[in-house]
């Protein structure tokens, strides 16, 4: 099983950019099928965008054209490139790692997009 640790959250002005990182420690990571999800106060977390292991994407319809959602096998880690921030997109983020019966998490990274 894997371990995660997300990076790259902070403090935007809305229209900017961020990029998380997601570096993950342990085997197979190249088998896990990895997402980013969210979760706003008050909110329900959220899937934000996946990757499986072949490569194929899905986003949600409130970040398609602005996130796209990367792997890189090769240094065991997934990145979340978000542009055109909107202060809806606020949330704790979370790494997220499937594959088989494994299923595990980072500890989440605080985005905050002011208006």
């Known amino acids: 099983q894997v371990q995660l640790v997300e990076s790259g959250g902070g403090l935007v002005q809305a229209g900017g950019s961020l990029r998380l990182s997601c570096a993950a420690s342990?085997?197979?990571?190249?088998?896990?099928?990895m997402g980013w999800l969210r979760q706003a106060p008050g909110k329900q977390r959220e899937l934000v965008a996946r990757?499986?292991?072949?490569?194929?994407?899905n986003y949600a319809d409130s970040v398609k054209g602005r996130f796209t959602i990367s792997r890189d096998n090769a240094k065991n880690t997934v990145y979340l490139q978000m542009n055109s921030l909107k202060p809806e997109d606020t949330a704790v983020y979370y790494c997220?790692?499937?594959?088989?019966?494994?299923?595990?998490w980072g500890q989440g990274t605080q985005v905050t997009v002011s208006s």
């Open positions: 997220n790692a499937v594959w088989l019966g494994y299923d595990s």
């Open positions: 990757i499986t292991s072949g490569g194929s994407r």
């Open positions: 342990g085997s197979m990571f190249s088998m896990y099928a």
